[in-house]
């Protein structure tokens, strides 16, 4: 059972048991709110508005948690946060009674969530306030919220700081950091707005909706180690989906010509700034188009979400401005690398070529690499972090593209684009391939390529090879990390800020 462990909880806590015992329940069942906090301060104005002289009385009920308090003698002042904003309670001791101002005086917290019913009405200093006749506590807080400070910059800017000086605690206690932080909460609106907004655009052009399986008998669609589970009662091993891709692709065999899908996926893998064990993966695929059609479309959706979340297509990312309006550069695989590094790839067939060729120039390459991860380590460590602005790289070495259909002519490289925003991958599209026994030797291949590598084998798939034999039409399709996306358009630079619930190392004690 816990404990308190400090001055403050005892303190709190011996309110508590004072409370219970005059009979007063700290945490009752009901309340009678009629008005949040905006909705109040709303009605005063408007009635202020019709009549500036006279105002009709605006009764209100409001609930809310104590943020700020001021206790003056037979006077009490406290600023009240709901969901909506906030509003002053404006408490006299001949208005709510003695044994009410005894609660307030005596018994009431930061922090404690209380209701408080009265009429609107302006302060001396102009301040639109709740002038209270009743008041009731909702809530006791038994724990003090961290404390959080302000101060005004010269340049006008409000400064916030004191709380949570562990960042990593803000994680851990993500609901404190919350109830303290409005920049937190702001952060997850515009999460929230941006889902909204890919869904708005995708309805608006034809996709449809729908819900794939989470636990799958076979992963696959990415490369990626999965996370395995049990099936007690059907006594089968069973996988936590790396990809939606090979299920919405079974549904255009299935004659819907555009489909999208927003969820979870989760990848057994390393934890960086850009990276979670759990993560939330926008997929989307259309019938009749290609990655040039994939390309169009993103971008001009990317576009839209920016314009609908800040209200700009211009954005600030880490100090660089970016500009998101259409067209977007485009640019080879092959170009941009040889650009960045001087080593034209193509020049050097094999792995043992490119791999010598990657070392004289001072980078790193792995001695158990393939040819097509060579080329995408190049990408990673000399193109990736010089991409500010939004840039489609296209066409990717075969062996790591194993759902891409070649380019016409190179049988080395395939149809494949990722586009990389703010030095960030964002997404990764493909004109899919939709031959049945290409797709078929293509798994062969990359389980000859990687049968030693768990994160890059690609398990073959019966059932979806079988769903592609009865006829694939021509398609494109894209994926797009939400995380990341959040990320630019919030200005975080790391995913644990727009996770509400990040994963975390397990404290050592």
């Known amino acids: 059972m816990w404990q308190p462990t400090n001055t403050p909880e005892l303190d709190r806590v011996r309110k508590l048991h004072e409370l219970l015992e005059q009979g007063i329940a700290p945490y009752p069942n009901r309340v009678a709110r009629t008005h949040t906090a905006r909705q109040a301060i709303a009605a005063f104005e408007a009635a202020e508005a019709a009549q500036p002289d006279a105002p009709q009385p605006v009764m209100v009920t409001v609930c809310g948690r104590i943020v700020r308090q001021n206790l003056k003698g037979k006077v009490y002042f406290a600023h009240i946060e709901d969901g909506s904003g906030r509003v002053q309670l404006f408490v006299r001791i001949d208005r709510v009674g003695e044994a009410a101002y005894d609660l307030v005086r005596r018994h009431l917290d930061l922090g404690d969530f209380v209701q408080a019913s009265g009429a609107m009405m302006r302060t001396r200093a102009g301040e639109v306030s709740v002038l209270v006749d009743e008041i009731v506590l909702l809530a006791k807080a038994l724990s003090p919220l961290p404390v959080i400070k302000e101060r005004?910059?010269?340049?006008?800017?409000?400064?916030?700081?004191?709380?949570?000086?562990?960042?990593?605690?803000?994680?851990?206690?993500?609901?404190?950091?919350?109830?303290?932080?409005?920049?937190?909460?702001?952060?997850?609106?515009?999460r929230a707005q941006t889902i909204n907004a890919l869904r708005a655009f995708l309805d608006e052009h034809g996709f449809l909706e729908v819900e794939t399986p989470i636990l799958q008998p076979i992963y696959g669609g990415a490369a990626a180690r999965p996370f395995i589970t049990h099936h007690n009662q059907l006594h089968q091993d069973l996988y936590l989906r790396i990809s939606f891709e090979l299920y919405l692709k079974r549904l255009l065999v299935g004659m819907y010509d555009a489909v999208y899908e927003i969820g979870r996926?989760?990848?057994?893998?390393?934890?960086?700034?850009?990276h979670n064990p759990e993560f939330t993966q926008l997929e989307f695929y259309q019938a009749y188009t290609d990655y040039h059609g994939m390309m169009d479309l993103t971008e001009r959706m990317v576009a839209y979400v920016a314009?609908?979340?800040?209200?700009?297509?211009?954005?600030?990312?880490?100090?660089?401005?970016?500009?998101?309006?259409?067209?977007?550069?485009?640019?080879?695989?092959?170009?941009?690398?040889?650009?960045?590094?001087?080593?034209?790839?193509?020049?050097?067939?094999d792995a043992a070529s490119l791999r010598q060729a990657m070392l004289a120039a001072g980078l790193q390459a792995r001695p158990d690499a393939t040819w097509g991860k060579l080329v995408d380590t190049l990408l990673g460590d000399t193109v990736e972090p010089t991409l500010i602005q939004p840039t489609f790289v296209l066409d990717y070495p075969r062996d790591i593209s194993p759902f891409a259909k070649s380019v016409p002519g190179d049988p080395t490289h395939v149809e494949r684009f990722e586009l990389f925003i703010g030095g960030m991958e964002m997404g990764n599209a493909f004109t899919e391939l939709n031959d049945p026994l290409d797709q078929e030797a293509r798994f062969l291949e990359m389980h000859r390529l990687y049968r030693d590598e768990d994160d890059e084998a690609t398990p073959i798939d019966e059932d979806y090879l079988r769903a592609m034999r009865y006829g694939m039409p021509p398609c494109g399709g894209c994926g797009i990390g939400v995380d990341r996306l959040v990320m630019l358009l919030t200005d975080r630079s790391t995913i644990r800020e727009v996770l509400l619930f990040p994963h975390l190392r397990e404290r050592q004690s």
């Open 265 to 274: 996926d989760f990848r057994n893998e390393g934890v960086s700034f850009k």
């Open 307 to 349: 314009q609908r979340v800040t209200g700009s297509t211009t954005i600030t990312f880490e100090g660089h401005t970016i500009d998101l309006t259409p067209p977007w550069q485009r640019i080879t695989l092959r170009e941009a690398i040889k650009s960045r590094s001087g080593i034209d790839y193509v020049d050097y067939p």
């Open 152 to 190: 005004v910059n010269e340049d006008g800017t409000v400064e916030r700081y004191g709380a949570f000086s562990d960042v990593e605690e803000r994680y851990r206690q993500r609901y404190a950091d919350l109830a303290v932080n409005p920049d937190t909460r702001e952060v997850f609106r515009k």
